[in-house]
């Protein structure tokens, strides 16, 4: 199975990571599984999603920088 | 009228000394009659020497001998630092190169720094003046200066190096940073006297105590600071956490460096060295001078540098004035401590930070957004920038690697223009707030100290 993960750049702030999360879920997308790499004060975080297009496209309107 | 080699030690009548004493309580009259002595020399020489003041001189239809007392010293153009760097390097120079001896630079710019050259006369002076910044405080030979201002293009090292030597004390020309290595030197030389910046006096206060230094255990008994704006409270703790008395001293590389103006040991505004500065208060919109005790912004006319005369210098420090008799003795007026700036100048440990100058950098980098935020905040007493950069989709990429390396590059970028460390951070999108029009985007957190 072919899967493309989200690359997401975060900031490190309290809740962050799950504003994110919220994102998908009310938009009724799954996050299938993530994992995070992580700096003092900032971090990537990739997202394999059910429906990565339109996670990508609404992270954009949130103009979270999503790759 | 004075001449070089009046030195002889006297005491003041604050406890400390005065290098110069015939100049330094010059009765004001005579003060006054001297200073237009010299400003037409330096009108002249400017004029002559200097095509620059020729043409403003004659744009502002001037003549060196229409001036003949304190009230037509308005009439003279004014010069920026903007002049002095439109005619770097060597264009304000009002002697041939091979009189020159030294040439100190301002800290460091994106566009050209401003140069200051010195013949040996005008090195001799400056010792001078700096020897009376150190007497002042009761520094005499014998004692021991543990020098840790920057030496370099910067004129605070040399300066009060020279000026201590000419005094005839003991210079250790440490330099700045390490500071263990600082206490070490402090403790086992036996140093009686110190300068740098106050910051940096306040940090090697807190590393003395931090390794169970005494005050009793270093013998300093005064410091000579300036630089940066300093308190009276960052004056008390200096002084309770070293066991000295901490003197204010000022001066800027646009008139030679330190030796402009210093404080006795009354602590109560800075002593200018008039009878080699024309000082005066204006204020910086209208440009008209203003009354005493008033704060505007400082101007100053040299009237004794032979390589460099300025005419009404902008300092674009904003402070006050006083004429009232100081209880010292010496007969010059006083300025308070500058309280401000009439433009964006940040000064960070001691160096002349223009913002422009972090947006230039960032403006040169294709990746960067025009959303950043400069943020100035201090740890313990050292001051820290902070560029709040945006990472837009250009930066962005798959990895941690490719981050942090832009991080470096700009921060290897904003070191090689201003030679000075600071730290990048990443931010989201949006996390920066957009500010109408191109207004300057400078957070400063600092409390004054």
Redesign the interface.
Known sequence: VKVTPLTVFLEHRRGRLAEVADLHRNAGINIRGFSTTEAAEYGIVRLIVTDPEEARRLLRDEEVRAL | VISAGDEHLVPDRAGGLLWQPAAEMLPTQELGALQMERLRAVLESARDNVPFYRKKLEEAGVSPADITCHGDVVHLPFTTKTDLRDHYPFGMFARPRDQIVRVHASSGTSSNPTTVGYTRQDIDTWGDLVARTLAAGGVKPGDLLHNAYGYGLFTGGLGLHFGAERLGCTVVPISGGNTERQLKIMRDFGATALSCTPSYAMHLADAARDRGLRPADLPIRVGFHGAEPWSNELRRQIEAGLGIDALDIYGLSEMGGPGVAFECLCKSGMHINEDHYLAEIIDPDTLRPLPEGEVGELVFTTLSREAQPLIRYRTRDLCSFTSEPCPCGRTSARMSKPIGRSDDMLVIRGVNVFPSQIEEVLMSIPEIEPHYEIVVDRKGYLDLIEVWVE???DV?????GD??RFQRKVQGQIYNVLNIQVAV???????IQRSEGKAVRVVDRRQAL
């Open positions: 990472v837009s989709e962005f990429a798959e990895t941690m981050l942090e951070k990443l931010k989201e999108a949006k996390a």
